[in-house]
T-cell receptor, first 114, second 115 residues
Framework: AQSVSQHNHHVILSEAASLELGCNYSYGGTVNLFWYVQYPGQHLQLLLKYFSGDPLVKGIKGFEAEFIKSKFSFNLRKPSVQWSDTAEYFCAVNRNSGNTPLVFGKGTRLSVIA | GAVVSQHPSRVICKSGTSVKIECRSLDFQATTMFWYRQFPKQSLMLMATSNEGSKATYEQGVEKDKFLINHASLTLSTLTVTSAHPEDSSFYIC???????????FGNGTRLTVT
């Protein structure tokens, strides 16, 4: 079975600081990888996804993630965070075959302070 | 882009009653839909996979007689929480996928509160 680990439960950063949120998954086969964001009181929104190709994926709002296959990792990065980035961030993975459900990590709460 | 509509967004019901939650794919046909549950400050946990025209597949630990899923058409799946109890209070989210795509589209979720 697949599993996703997000090691940081709560991250607090000042505005303009750089961000890196860790995500590791366990699955031996080919996977699709995702990062979702959930702003307070809102639904999940897709930040970025990786299916194949360039392992450095750029998403919306200045976020990017790098797939490192040897490390089973898909860390999320942003060079300079803003107060509006305060949200819950979820890493998710599914098998790259047919219609398979997403398995989510426990999430990382990001608080950006002025 | 694709839109998944979930209704209602909030519902409060009394213990022992049943609640139906609808998940609709508005501009595409969804042969498969997934139902998730999210407890406060926790991640999304897959409850079941809903397949159009066939029985849903439930994850371990999810009572199929309590959480009835019906996927009668390619654009609608319903989740009925039967004989609801306060511990069923949670945020329920559906995800719909096109044929051969990954499930990228989520509904806005339904916050169920059982009193």
């Amino acid at each position: 079975a697949q599993s996703v680990s997000q090691h940081n439960h709560h991250v607090i950063l000042s505005e303009a600081a750089s961000l890196e949120l860790g995500c590791n998954y366990s699955y031996g086969g080919t996977v699709n990888l995702f990062w979702y964001v959930q702003y307070p009181g809102q639904h999940l929104q897709l930040l970025l996804k990786y299916f194949s190709g360039d392992p450095l994926v750029k998403g919306i709002k200045g976020f990017e993630a790098e797939f490192i296959k040897s490390k089973f990792s898909f860390n999320l990065r942003k060079p300079s965070v803003q107060w509006s980035d305060t949200a819950e961030y979820f890493c998710a993975v599914n098998r790259n075959s047919g219609n398979t459900p997403l398995v989510f990590g426990k999430g990382t709460r990001l608080s950006v302070i002025a | 882009g694709a839109v998944v509509s979930q209704h209602p967004s909030r519902v409060i019901c009394k213990s022992g009653t049943s609640v139906k939650i609808e998940c609709r794919s508005l501009d595409f046909q969804a042969t498969t839909m997934f139902w998730y549950r999210q407890f406060p400050k926790q991640s999304l946990m897959l409850m079941a996979t809903s397949n159009e025209g066939s029985k849903a597949t439930y994850e371990q630990g999810v009572e199929k007689d309590k959480f009835l899923i019906n996927h009668a058409s390619l654009t609608l799946s319903t989740l009925t929480v039967t004989s609801a109890h306060p511990e069923d209070s949670s945020f329920y989210i559906c995800s719909a996928t096109r044929v051969a795509d990954s499930p990228l589209h989520f509904g806005n979720g339904t916050r169920l509160t059982v009193t």
